[in-house]
């Protein structure tokens, strides 16, 4: 900072007064204009209604003509400009949108703009943000506007800053600043913002036709619509409201791609244990990031310190995601040339690396505090590139913490370069880049003479590090078995973990017949069963896509009849060889999924009662238990009574 402020803040705060018009255009006008000539351009009539597949392949071109909107406008700058630009705006949505801006939304609708950035941003370009070593005047910083900024701050705030002061502390820093900026950039941000925003929208309504809707084309509009609109929209609300909750869970990684769950803790702390990690993430709840410097050691008291960060600090356990992911381990390595678990040791170190800076294992503890101010309010940490930082950073922590034995060691190493290179952004990894899937995610960006490590885009990185890897089981490995069984054995052990009385689930009787469920757990008279289904998230899912959303919810319709069956032979057969059931007077059947799932009607074959799903993700299901735990008394038999078997 320069005089308590940042380079940039004086002219940003400006330019968002003397701009306003134009970043709500950018906002609220290109966005809607562009959906009207779409649908202009595709010769629609009003009134026209489109089912099935005409409506969802609409909506698909349409997400392609926004991507090539954002394409325009970022394939001018360098991705790290744009990312060092983004960072710098408020996280937040405007409320003039016409759809929701819940926090849920806002996460999504920043993550498509960073990936917008990773995919279309000019990945050669170094000369329009540079360390401020390499620059002799102010007027090479914000496109010659950082002296006029700072005079005029200096007006209105009746301060005497002298620029030449400013520019001379400012390039003490040696941090990178913007150099070929213009006015129009921090509007063109906002206009991103504004084709993500509507790209979320049109993603959204592509997930609904998937799901049954249809659409209808209004006055330059695309709307989505149901034959049962009322419950369709209990439904939409329903399935939004669990994936909110779902999104803001403190441990970030709960579920990847391929359907497994990893178990993660329920708050940060400062001193990581062995694979376990903090990473910053949006800071879309505005929460307060004093706490956590606070359990650190350092007491902030202004704003300006650290209350009003863009990211806040959440946690991530390696060593459950590695074990959660075991099955595919195998499948990996023959993929990518190492195993899963170097790929996890090294991002361990790299994640050391950028939390513990090497000045604060010497003694110096404001290195942390800095350390974490920069990953609290921008995500990443930057690096200058004498010699190869991330690589030596890497390798220094993989010697001094890891204790590996010398071949393990030596493995490791011989690894780090092919996953150094595999996590780095380059121009074949852009085209890879999705933003309706999310990923692949890099972590490292370079610069010229800057190396960005992007600590933000670590937990997308592990979600979807399994795309393009085959999961058809193998008859040496079985793999698809091995996934379903790993995340029926971590449901079991973390309902014994948090003290569930686990009951049996393969019954026997006598004659020889059987049932099996996954989980089983007592509470009081009340006999809860767990079928669980760990089927592998589609990619086309996210897009809505009409057979793999019917696919998806036909697998699930089977895993709960499976569990009603469990049901029915309990109330049946109470008692048998291995069992005794005559304490329940009612089984609760209940569907265990890694992922928050569609339920597509409102009947008690999916809902539990109105407000309880019976297909619930692991975290749902330990709420549902400790809910009926609170509320089981002597008087609840009275009450369920009425419905023995």
């Known amino acids: 900072m320069i005089f308590g402020l940042e380079y940039y803040q004086p002219l940003f705060i400006q330019l968002?007064?003397?701009?306003?018009?134009?970043?709500?255009?950018?906002?609220?006008?290109k966005p809607p204009a562009h959906r009207a000539k779409f649908v202009h351009d595709q010769k629609r009539k009003t009134g026209a209604v489109l089912r099935g597949n005409a409506a969802?392949?609409?909506?698909?071109?349409?997400?392609?003509?926004?991507?090539?909107?954002?394409?325009?406008?970022?394939?001018?700058?360098?991705?790290?400009?744009?990312?060092h630009l983004y960072r710098r705006i408020g996280v937040r949505l405007s409320p003039q949108h016409v759809d929701k801006t819940d926090q849920h939304t806002l996460a999504l609708v920043r993550q498509h703009v960073e990936l917008a950035i990773l995919k279309f941003a000019n990945v050669s370009r170094t000369s329009d943000i540079v360390r401020t070593r390499h620059l002799s005047r102010a007027a090479d910083v914000l496109g010659g506007k950082f002296a006029k900024s700072w005079i005029k701050f200096?007006?209105?705030?009746?301060?005497?800053?002298?620029?030449?002061?400013?520019?001379?502390?400012?390039?003490?820093?040696?941090?990178?600043?913007?150099t070929d900026f213009n006015a129009s950039d921090l509007v063109d941000i906002y206009r991103v913002e504004g084709f993500a925003y509507e790209y979320w929208r049109a993603l959204s309504a592509m997930r609904a036709i998937g799901k049954g809707a249809h659409l209808r084309i209004e006055d330059g509009e695309m709307l989505t619509e149901h034959d049962d609109e009322p419950k369709f929209s209990k439904l939409i609300t329903a399935?939004?409201?669990?994936?909110?909750?779902?999104?803001?869970?403190?441990?970030?990684?709960?579920?990847?791609?391929?359907?497994?769950?990893?178990?993660?803790?329920?708050?940060?702390?400062?001193?990581?244990?062995?694979?376990?990690v903090v990473v910053p993430v949006y800071n879309v709840a505005q929460a307060d990031a004093r706490p956590w410097f606070a359990t650190l050691g350092f007491k902030l008291d202004t704003v300006g310190e650290g209350a009003a960060t863009n990211f806040v600090p959440a946690r991530l356990d390696l060593n459950n995601y590695l074990a959660a992911h075991a099955y595919i381990a195998s499948a990996f390595e023959e993929k990518k040339g190492y195993s899963l678990k170097n790929y996890v040791r090294i991002i361990w170190a790299l994640c050391h690396f950028n939390l513990f800076p090497e000045e604060f294992l010497r003694g110096d503890r404001n290195a942390l505090l800095t350390a974490h101010l920069q990953?609290?309010?921008?995500?990443?940490?930057?690096?200058?590139?004498?010699?190869?930082?991330?690589?030596?950073?890497?390798?220094?922590?993989?010697r001094r913490f890891m204790n590996l034995p010398h071949d393990e060691e030596e493995r490791l190493r011989n690894a780090l370069p092919q996953i150094i290179s595999d996590i780095t952004l380059k121009p074949e990894t852009?085209?890879?880049?999705?933003?309706?899937?999310?990923?692949?995610?890099?972590?490292l960006i370079l610069?010229?003479?800057?190396?960005?490590?992007?600590?933000?885009?670590?937990?997308?990185?592990?979600?979807?590090?399994?795309?393009?890897?085959?999961?058809?089981?193998?008859?040496?490995?079985n793999a698809q078995e091995s996934r379903g069984g790993q995340f029926e054995e971590t449901v079991r052990q973390q309902l014994a973990d948090e003290g569930y009385e686990l009951v049996q689930r393969k019954p026997r009787l006598s004659d020889g017949r059987n049932k099996e469920t996954d989980a089983a757990v007592r509470i009081g008279n009340l006999l809860v069963v767990c079928d669980c289904t760990s089927v592998h998230r589609r990619l086309d899912i996210e897009r809505g896509s009409i057979p793999g959303t019917a696919q998806r919810s036909e697998k699930i319709r089977q895993k709960i009849e499976q569990a009603?069956?469990?049901?029915?032979?309990?109330?049946?057969?109470?008692?048998?060889?291995?069992?005794?059931?005559?304490?329940?007077?009612?089984?609760?059947?209940?569907?265990?999924?890694?992922?928050?799932?569609?339920?597509?009607?409102?009947?008690?074959?999916?809902?539990?009662?109105?407000?309880?799903?019976?297909?619930m993700t692991p975290e749902e299901l330990l709420k549902f238990l400790a809910s009926l735990k609170k509320r089981h008394a002597p008087t609840i038999g009275a009450r369920l009574l009425k419905r023995l078997f």
């Open 447 to 477: 610069h010229g003479d800057v190396e960005l490590v992007d600590l933000q885009g670590l937990p997308m990185n592990l979600a979807t590090l399994f795309y393009g890897i085959s999961l058809e089981a193998k008859p040496k490995d």
């Open 56 to 83: 969802w392949q609409l909506l698909r071109e349409y997400c392609v003509s926004l991507e090539g909107r954002m394409r325009e406008i970022l394939r001018r700058h360098s991705v790290y400009f744009w990312i």
């Open 16 to 29: 968002s007064e003397s701009r306003a018009r134009q970043i709500e255009d950018a906002l609220h006008g």
């Open 154 to 178: 200096s007006q209105s705030s009746n301060q005497n800053i002298d620029v030449g002061e400013a520019f001379a502390a400012l390039k003490k820093t040696d941090q990178s600043v913007l």
């Open 239 to 276: 399935y939004d409201t669990r994936l909110d909750v779902e999104a803001h869970r403190v441990d970030v990684i709960t579920s990847s791609t391929v359907g497994t769950w990893v178990i993660g803790g329920k708050n940060p702390k400062p001193v990581m244990p062995e694979g376990m």
């Open 430 to 443: 852009q085209e890879k880049v999705a933003l309706w899937s999310h990923g692949p995610r890099p972590l």
């Open 564 to 615: 009603f069956e469990f049901m029915q032979f309990v109330k049946e057969n109470r008692l048998g060889t291995n069992f005794d059931f005559t304490w329940a007077i009612e089984v609760i059947p209940i569907v265990v999924s890694p992922f928050v799932e569609w339920l597509w009607d409102d009947s008690e074959e999916l809902w539990i009662d109105s407000k309880t799903p019976r297909v």
């Open 375 to 398: 990953l609290l309010r921008r995500g990443y940490r930057t690096y200058h590139r004498t010699g190869n930082p991330t690589y030596e950073g890497t390798i220094d922590r993989i």
